[in-house]
């Protein structure tokens, strides 16, 4: 657990971190610190304090006049940019409301092995424990809610959510994650955003992003970005794949030495998903300064092999925030 370490004492110009999202604040303070330019995958953090370890190194990395690029590659895809351009131009008046979706079906899980320590076989399983993953509102919804401040042009001020475990029953396979989540956020102006997000499979898929304006209504997915009303718009340009993207522009702005640096960005978005979790795990409405506050560490600084019992599953009304 200290080889990213070593890796940092290198020569290298730049890092890619892309480990469980749990480690992603510790490896960030240490790249930043050793004058490291970054590739960072979303999410950056699981809790309060780890978002608050990114955001310091954040400032350190503009100080060093370092580049960041964030995994939240919407922002690199050219129907994105166009599309969130244009609202950001008034194409559909003011920005009411919203609705944004990540359904699918589940991912993988890795058994636990006999032969390994707890620690090692929940690191392997790392999705379906909230101390490394952030559940997958945090780990995959990030991507909609990023998006979600984006167009909304700035961080909610309250959420309201619930969610819970009706398929992913298993902890020894699913850990103490949900398996679904439907949230409420609240942003200055009387605007609101619903937020919806599931892993179960056998149900209907939707990852998209829908915006309601005074004037018209953007719909915008991976490759599709549409505008009607009063000025109707769909992109019809050439669509570059955003994950080769991100390290093209990554690569240019070290290179050219251009200012690109998406750290506190990133940032703001993943904590927006945190107060989501708190949220639904505890039933309770949770505003953006008590995540942003919050002490509870799920996150270690230190992780050693060995023993770490399966932490309990949420239930609302009694988890606390």
């Known amino acids: 657990f200290d080889a990213y370490k070593k ?21 960030f303070k240490e790249a930043t610190a050793k004058g490291k330019h970054v590739f960072c995958e979303k999410p950056v953090a699981v809790d309060g304090p780890g978002v608050r370890r990114f955001l310091e190194a954040a400032a350190v990395s503009r100080s ?5 690029v964030a995994g939240t590659q919407r ?15 008034g194409d559909i008046g003011r920005v009411v409301a919203g609705r944004v979706y990540w359904n699918m079906g589940s991912l993988w899980n890795v058994a636990p092995d006999a032969t390994k320590s707890e620690v090692e076989n929940q690191v392997r ?28 042009g700035g961080h909610p001020e309250l959420v309201r959510g619930v969610g819970g475990r009706q398929v992913r029953t298993d902890t020894t396979l699913f850990g103490n994650i949900n398996d679904h989540f439907g949230l409420e956020f609240q942003f200055p102006g ?3 955003v619903f937020s919806m997000c599931r ?42 794949d955003p994950y080769t993207q991100e390290h093209i522009d990554l690569q240019n702005a070290i290179i050219k030495d251009i200012a690109l640096n998406e750290a506190e960005q990133v940032a703001h978005s993943t904590l927006c998903a945190i107060m989501g979790r708190m949220s639904a ?19 270690p600084e230190v992780v050693e092999f ?5 932490a309990p599953v949420a239930m609302p009304g009694k988890t606390r925030v």
């Open 199 to 240: 892993q179960q499979d056998g149900t209907d898929g939707k990852v998209e992003e829908m915006f309601i304006g005074t004037d018209g209504v953007a719909r915008m997915q991976s490759g599709f970005a549409e505008l009607t009303g009063a000025k109707p718009w769909k992109f019809s340009g050439k669509q570059v």
């Open 190 to 192: 009387d605007r609101f």
């Open 281 to 299: 795990y505890s039933g309770k409405d949770v505003t953006w300064e008590q995540a942003l506050n919050d002490n509870e560490v799920l996150m």
């Open 7 to 27: 890796a940092c004492a290198t020569d290298c110009d730049f890092v890619i971190l892309a480990t469980p999202p749990g480690f992603r604040s510790i490896h």
């Open 306 to 310: 060995g023993a770490r019992p399966q």
């Open 64 to 68: 060093k006049k370092l580049k960041v």
């Open 125 to 152: 399983n790392w999705l379906y424990h909230t101390w490394l993953s952030g559940d997958h509102i945090v780990e995959q919804h990030v991507h909609q809610l990023d998006v979600m401040q984006w167009v909304m």
């Open 75 to 89: 922002r690199h895809e050219t129907c994105y940019i166009d599309g969130v351009g244009r609202i950001a131009k």
